[in-house]
């Protein structure tokens, strides 16, 4: 989401934490504009690196609303081009996504209950992915651009539309003299989940391509000062919420996460751009390999099923719920206790989803499975279990 870059508040700057970047590349006194999609990265000579396949590399940029990750963006988009040979593009989640798709529900908790609009939501960001890999592959093998066979046709026409203003589309727009080189694909959304990310990283294992991640760590009343100042603010309930649920990348227990830099809120520094030349180009000399089969990748596939497993249960644990209200009242509980019991209800799913999202039970269960289930069955027959102790006291009394 865009940053409200406003006098009276300080600039998203950042402070340069934790990076496993090495290599640095030094800035030099060339230039360079818009490079064309393929002529610019034609996968030849010293610009491929060998083997016939272009440099591409995809960049991820996650964070809070108006944590600064727009303002960054714009940033290496001027910089990076200016260093002899580089290239980039910038993609934003929010550009990209038909406006209905952009809002509340991207708050890492998911909506009231489960409804259309929801739907649409997941369905927007699946057809974005397939519309980026579609671009991904035309990159690195010279194959004409052509649409995804199922996604939306307004989302592949918001990605064609930001390549062409970009000169990604147009061999006419590249820069005079300018060699083909490394291009970094910069994409700039919240990613609040690691399953986000890793849906990213599985398009750079197909494609043998560069991936990082930059994460700007900004206090939640700062990201919340600088939201309210915007044009169409974020509902502060959505950030404060997102907070609570965003994960940090993980560089000790996921191994895919290790081309990571974690930037904190504090000035803006020569060496912050200096630590982000350096994961980037670290990024280029090394890399996602497409048989890379460990225990990392399987860890990351279960932070999949269990996202889904999760949401599974929600739906479940709703039903369980309002069938159990529909008994109580059946039962003749007086109306003013009917209250007390939802919220008692309400209060045990919480507990119990999170218990969830924490890897309680849920994690012991894929393991023994290896794989994702349907539906997490013996995990929701506790709860029932469970509502239905809650239920009897009211109805016994």
Known sequence: MD??????????????????????????DGSRGSCALRDALAATGEASGGGGRARVGLCLLCGLPAAGKSTLARGLTQRLPQRP????????WDRLLPPEACGPRDTGAGPPAPSPLFSRWKQNRRDL???????LQALVTGDPLSPPATADRSVWERVLGCCREQGLLSSAERAAG?????????????????????????????????FCQIFLECPLECCLQRNRLRSHPVPDQTISLMATKIEIPDLQKNTWEQHSLILKNSDCTSENDEQIISLLATALENPVQQNEENTE????????????????ADQSCRRLISQAMKDAKGQ???????????????????????????????KNQMNTQNQCSDSPTSVISSFQQEVANVVNKYVLK
Not at 3 to 27: D, E, F, K, M, Y
Not at 303 to 311: Q, R, T
Not at 335 to 349: G, I, V
Request: include cysteine; charge should be neutral; aromatic fraction near 8%.
């Open 3 to 28: 940053v409200c870059t406003n006098p009276a508040l300080p600039r998203p700057s950042r402070r340069a934490g934790p990076a496993h970047a090495h290599h640095s590349i030094h800035s030099g």
């Open 332 to 362: 003749n509980v007086l109306p003013s206790e009917m209250k007390s019991l939802a919220e008692e209800l309400n209060r045990l799913k919480a507990e119990f989803l999170e218990g969830l999202r924490q890897g309680n039970n849920l």
């Open 129 to 135: 992915l397939q519309c980026l890999e579609c671009v």
């Open 178 to 210: 300018a060699g083909p080189g490394p291009l970094f694909l910069i994409l700039d959304d919240n990613f609040y989940y690691q399953s986000m990310r890793y849906e990213v990283y599985q398009l750079a294992r197909k494609y043998s391509l560069s």
């Open 85 to 92: 040979g580089w290239a980039c593009a910038l993609l934003s």
């Open 297 to 312: 990748q399987k860890e990351a596939d279960r932070v999949l099923c269990a996202a889904s497993a999760v949401h599974q």
